[in-house]
T-cell receptor, first 111, second 115 residues
């Protein structure tokens, strides 16, 4: 059974810092990996999707990398802003678009 | 921009009562998902529909939970009877198809509190 772990569980940084969120998964036979953002009490918003054949994806200040063989992904956020404060979740798709989520990293960016 | 709609947004109920949640996916999306998210954890898939058919419900506690999507559009998730451990956020998502690269679009969720 696929297990997804995110480290750290919580992170607090001052505005302007570059930061890295980590995601690891136990079964490397994945079709893709996605990073989502969740604001308190809200639904999830997809940030980046990396297909299994890709190594990384970029969107604005966000860059996600994937090392399928080692079961790891990182989300890099450049020049963090208070508006980036949210929970970030990674999810892996092993088959049929059924996602297994990690527990999330709660990010607080202080002004 | 089209969104996934869910109602109610909040529900408080007593143990042993029945509750129902409704989801209306983005128009044209064939695949619909129900997730449960316990506070502080990631979402867990409960059931996946392709049109009106169940694709996977292996994680759905079938003794008390049921889900239907009769006309292949909107969907209802029911819990009867509710238990204290069912307190969670229930999220609905939809995607265009079952292809592996389809992004899932999530609704705002229904937060359930069982007393």
């Amino acid at each position: 059974k696929q297990e997804v772990t995110q480290i750290p569980a919580a992170l607090s940084v001052p505005e302007g810092e570059n930061l890295v969120l980590n995601c690891s998964f136990t079964d490397s036979a994945i079709y893709n990996l996605q990073w989502f953002r969740q604001d308190p009490g809200k639904g999830l918003t997809s940030l980046l999707l990396i297909q299994s054949s890709q190594r990384e994806q970029t969107s604005g200040r966000l860059n996600a990398s994937l090392d399928k063989s080692s079961g790891r992904s990182t989300l890099y956020i450049a020049a963090s802003q208070p508006g980036d404060s949210a929970t970030y979740l990674c999810a892996v798709d092993n088959a049929g678009n059924m996602l297994t989520f990690g527990g999330g990293t709660r990010l607080m960016v202080k002004p | 921009e089209a969104e996934v709609a869910q109602s109610p947004r909040y529900k408080i109920t007593e143990k042993s009562q029945a509750v129902a949640f409704w989801c209306d996916p983005i128009s044209g999306h064939a695949t619909l998902y129900w997730y449960r998210q316990i506070l502080g954890q990631g979402p867990e898939l409960l059931v996946q529909f392709q049109d009106e058919s169940v694709v996977d419900d292996s994680q759905l506690p079938k003794d008390r939970f049921s889900a239907e999507r009769l006309k292949g559009v909107d969907s209802t998730l029911k819990i009867q009877p509710a238990e204290l451990g069912d307190s969670a956020m229930y999220l609905c998502a939809s995607s265009l198809a079952l292809a592996q690269v389809e992004t899932q679009y999530f609704g705002p969720g229904t937060r359930l509190l069982v007393l």
